[in-house]
């Protein structure tokens, strides 16, 4: 993950608008969520109102024919096709305990068609198939909403006896009336309802973004101040509380590798330029010589040409080992199953070539580690060659590996000085005694970063009993 720290000009402002545009989103998908529930909520309790309404309005008429039918029965004199329907005791005309209008349906068992309706004289209601099925005894008793002469009525149909029905009706004005009255206290109260989660959004986004301004304000700060990474998020009591908590403290997390990687970084080109002067000195010196090469006899010739490929190789030496600590950066290294112990043997076998004076004794044991060769193969080498040159380029080194991936090299030179000890890893550290012998002072620091990459440890420490210097480089092994 890399913090982008340019271009500068607008991005503090692209930021702000991005966080704009993300209040405003989570507002807007807020206030939508908040508007789909109130919907449906209004929705739901309009219908089950009217739907229990409407059951009122229903038992009602059942209940006002079942008294209808009960006066009919008990009335001693029979009612005519062309009789209108009496009025009863308590008949009312309006919204209320009785209906309005009622009126008798008759049939002919032999045509089975209708004879006459006879009403009440308020409304003709209308008769269909369906009521003379009803007066029939073949369908049963039903409810419908019927128009007639412009006033809307809740029409119930009931057989009264054989081959009669009886028709009750309601009006529905005031049912509809009340109906509009509802959903308009409803649409009102829902439309209220989502101005305020709409303000309550805006209000809850901007209070849970405020971290997030301040991680703009930081980001924007870094931008126009690209050196000044240290100064990170101020936490006060989030830190790992929520969400943003941890993200602030995984920015300010960033900020302090990003820091030390850039310390490190002008540390490096620091030492590399401070390590360089030496050897370029060399070279310029030498190159002056070379303008008086005529002049010299055979031996200074040699001398001064020795001299100059001599810095040359120094010089060539402390190239590849700033790159090679510069390529031991990168976070993953391509690694794969590797004998150990074939690998030590390899690179024993080139620094026999390199060092004809020394005898490596070994004593390794089959090993598998998960690493990169080619990296693992210049940190045996470096720990090697660092063994051989305190050694004088002459003398006992001994490396032992055992199956628990733990690399021993032991020389039997002067050993380490304790002052000198906490520092041999250290880049472009060298001793005082090791001064005036060529050397960068990388090559353990590159052991050391080797060791780190691929998760294990590597230590230095004097032989006991002594003398010589001992180096340990332990790496998890594949089984582990």
């Known amino acids: 993950m890399r913090l982008r720290l340019g271009p500068r000009r607008g991005w503090g402002s692209s930021l702000g608008r991005q966080k704009g545009k993300l209040r405003t989103?989570?507002?807007?998908?807020?206030?939508?969520?908040?508007?789909?529930?109130?919907?449906?909520?209004?929705?739901?309790?309009?219908?089950?109102?009217?739907?229990?309404?409407?059951?009122?309005?229903?038992?009602?008429l059942a209940k006002q024919a079942t008294s209808i039918s009960t006066y009919v029965r008990r009335s001693s004199q029979p009612l005519p096709a062309v009789k209108p329907l009496p009025r009863w005791p308590g008949y009312q005309r309006g919204f209320g305990d009785s209906v309005t209008d009622t009126q008798m349906v008759y049939q002919n068992g032999d045509t089975g068609q209708l004879v006459q309706a006879s009403t009440t004289g308020q409304l003709q209601l209308p008769v269909t198939a369906e009521d003379r099925l009803i007066a029939a005894g073949t369908a049963p008793a039903g409810y419908r909403d019927v128009n007639v002469q412009g006033t809307d009525l809740m029409l119930y149909t009931v057989q009264l006896g054989k081959g009669e029905a009886l028709q009750v009706a309601l009006p529905t004005t005031g049912l509809n009336a009340e109906l509009d009255q509802i959903g308009l206290e409803l649409g009102l109260a829902g439309l209220g309802g989502i101005v305020l989660s709409a303000a309550l959004g805006w209000w809850v986004t901007r209070t849970a973004l405020r971290p997030v301004a301040r991680l703009t304000e930081a980001a924007e700060r870094i931008a126009a101040e690209p050196r000044d990474l240290a100064r990170g998020i101020e936490l006060g009591g989030r830190a790992d509380r929520d969400e943003l908590g941890r993200l602030a403290t995984s920015f300010n997390a960033m900020l302090a590798a990003v820091q030390d990687a850039t310390n490190r970084q002008r540390q490096l080109v620091a030492d590399a330029s401070h390590e360089l002067r030496t050897p370029l000195t060399s070279l310029r010196m030498n190159a002056e010589v070379l303008d008086k090469f005529d002049r010299l006899d055979p031996v200074d010739r040699k001398r001064v040409i020795a001299s100059l490929l001599g810095g040359i190789d120094e010089l060539t030496g402390l190239v590849a080992d700033t790159m090679e600590l510069a390529r031991g950066e990168e976070r993953e290294p391509v690694l794969a199953y590797l004998r150990w112990d074939e690998l030590t043997r390899r690179v024993v076998e080139r620094a026999e070539g390199h060092w004809p004076k020394i005898e490596f004794r070994l004593d390794l044991r089959p090993c598998t580690v998960v690493a990169a060769s080619d990296r693992l193969e210049r940190a045996v080498g470096n720990i090697l060659n660092n063994a051989a040159k305190f050694s004088g380029g002459e003398g006992l080194i001994e490396l032992a590996l055992a199956t628990d991936g733990r690399l021993t090299v032991r020389d039997h030179g002067p050993g380490i000085p304790p002052d000198d000890l906490a520092h041999v890893f250290d880049r472009f550290y060298r001793s005082a005694a090791m001064r005036d012998r060529p050397g960068s002072g990388l090559g353990l620091a590159i052991v050391a970063q080797v060791a780190e990459a691929h998760g294990g440890t590597v230590t230095a420490g004097n032989a006991v009993p002594g003398p010589g210097a001992v180096f340990t480089l332990a790496l998890p092994t594949a089984d582990h």
Do not use: D, P
């Open 25 to 60: 989103r989570m507002t807007l998908a807020a206030t939508l969520a908040v508007s789909v529930g109130i919907g449906a909520g209004v929705s739901f309790a309009y219908l089950a109102l009217r739907s229990e309404l409407v059951h009122n309005m229903q038992a009602q």
